[in-house]
């Protein structure tokens, strides 16, 4: 069974960078479309940006738009979401979560938090 394990949360200032990274155990992450989601206090979870197995198509929310990018490392089961200038309003838990038809996998979270 897949698991996954995010990394690379933590306290950065506005107009920072993290990059986030989402690393794949117990079975291969290259057949599986990934999504990076996250949630703040109080509210729903909310997609952010999601990369098809193969890594050729990408999408983004608008408010990410221009200022995240993800990828991807099959080789090393790695998918990440690079995150620049970064704004408090990026507050959250992301979450990763690797999608195959009726399979669906989450990770438990990686905190976020932008702030001076």
């Known amino acids: 069974q897949l698991q996954l394990v995010e990394s690379g949360g933590g306290l950065v200032q506005p107009g920072g960078s993290l990059r986030l990274s989402c690393a794949a155990s117990?079975?291969?992450?290259?057949?599986?479309?990934v999504g990076w989601f996250r949630q703040a206090p109080g509210q729903e979870r909310e997609g952010v940006s999601c990369?098809?197995?193969?890594?050729?198509?990408?999408d983004y929310a608008d408010s990410v738009k221009g200022r995240f990018t993800v990828s991807r490392d099959n080789a090393k089961g790695i998918v990440y979401l690079q995150m620049n200038s970064l704004k408090p309003e990026d507050t959250a838990v992301y979450y990763c979560?690797?999608?195959?038809?009726?399979?669906?996998?989450w990770g438990q979270g990686t905190q976020v938090t932008v702030s001076s």
């Open positions: 979560r690797a999608e195959r038809g009726y399979e669906v996998y």
């Open positions: 117990g079975s291969s992450l290259d057949i599986y479309t």
């Open positions: 990369i098809s197995s193969s890594g050729g198509s990408t």
